[in-house]
Structures are given as structure tokens and as C-alpha cells.
């Protein structure tokens, strides 16, 4: 039997990038350095003022705002939406994980630039900080389910947790799936845990 109902704050993460400092600079001119728009929810995690026109198959989007730090890697985070009628499918992946992922053009103010992998429709998670873990009795890498309520309720399944230190309990959902429960920007699950 279910007994615990815990509320998780659900974010719509709409289409955006990270990019590397090497990538950044083709984008922005030599030494270039990021400048914060906003913090976002995840500490470590901040909006950029920066955009960024990209290119995948036969669709071109514009204006795709950049998400700082900096990152070892380029990475683009895309909606199934955005890919329809494309021409080319990305995995579904977990942020970080660009194995097989697809390529685009990237076009900033000072160039553009072709890269080979990095275009990703990212994987819904949960955000969870090494403390929210034990409390939740959650572990890094696990699969859980969370329900939505309202006029358009939905099961979430198939949610990775991602446990570290700084992290602070949110899950993140594409724009896809937030039109599907009803969320615009921001909302609320429950998770429930057997104990």
C-alpha cells in the first residue's frame, strides 16, 4: 500500500543550450565570457543573456537561449515538437550523456559552426539534493513515477532521479510535456514512495 505522498515541484524546460568555452568563442569572439540574464532553480545553473541559432536537418530555430556555466561539452536540448517534419530524429537522453546524439549548426554574432553530436531531446528528471535523497529514500540512477493533478492529470513515468550535493528537489519536463498536463512553466506532482 502507498503511504507517502510527497509534492515535487515540476519546471517546463523549454529548448535551450550549453555550450563549450571553445564553442563559445566561435559563437561570441575570443575570450569570450557568458553574461547572467537570471538565476534559475538548480544553484549551480543560471539563463544567459547570449542566444544562439541553430540548425538540424531541414528546421531552423533562432533566438535559443544559452544556459550557463560552461560546459566541457556543447549541448542542445530540443522538444519532439521542434524536430517534427525535420528530417532527423535525436535520442532521448539524459543531459550529458551525447553517445549517438545528433549534430546541427550552431550561429552566433561573431561565426557559426557545424558540430558532429550534441542535440539531444532530454530525458525528464528529478533534481535531487544528497539530503532530499535520504529523507525521500531516493538513490542516483533510480526510476520513478510521478502524478499530476488538475484538469489534464498525467502519470509521468520513467523519471531518472539525479542526485548531488547542490541539487535542489525540481523535476524538469520538456515544453511537450507540459502542454500535455496543463503546467505552463511551472507546477506540481506528488511522488508516491512504498513504506
Do not use: W
Request: aromatic share 4%; hydrophobic share 35%.
Amino acid at each position: 500500500m502507498f503511504k507517502k505522498n510527497i509534492k515535487i515541484p515540476i519546471e517546463v524546460s523549454a529548448r535551450h543550450c550549453h555550450l563549450s568555452q571553445d564553442i563559445l568563442e566561435k559563437l561570441f569572439g575570443k575570450v569570450y565570457k557568458l553574461k547572467e540574464l537570471k538565476q534559475l532553480s538548480q544553484p549551480s545553473d543560471f539563463a544567459c543573456q547570449e542566444t544562439v541559432d541553430i540548425k538540424f536537418g531541414s528546421r531552423e530555430i533562432k533566438n535559443i537561449r544559452v544556459v550557463g556555466p560552461i560546459r566541457e561539452k556543447t549541448q542542445i536540448e530540443i522538444s519532439l515538437s521542434d524536430v517534427a517534419s525535420s528530417g532527423i530524429m535525436p535520442p532521448i537522453k539524459l543531459s550529458g550523456d551525447l553517445s549517438g546524439s545528433a549534430g546541427a549548426i550552431l550561429k552566433g554574432p561573431a561565426g557559426q559552426i557545424e558540430i558532429t553530436e550534441g542535440l539531444i531531446i532530454a530525458q525528464r528528471h528529478l533534481h535531487c539534493g544528497t539530503d532530499e535523497a535520504q529523507k525521500y529514500k531516493l538513490k542516483n540512477g533510480e526510476i520513478i513515477s510521478v502524478r499530476v493533478a488538475g484538469s489534464r492529470p498525467v502519470v509521468f513515468e520513467e523519471i531518472v532521479v539525479r542526485v548531488k550535493d547542490n541539487y535542489k528537489l525540481c523535476m524538469h519536463i520538456d515544453t511537450d510535456e507540459g502542454n500535455a498536463a496543463g503546467i505552463n512553466k511551472k507546477g506540481e506532482g506528488a511522488l508516491y514512495l512504498l513504506s
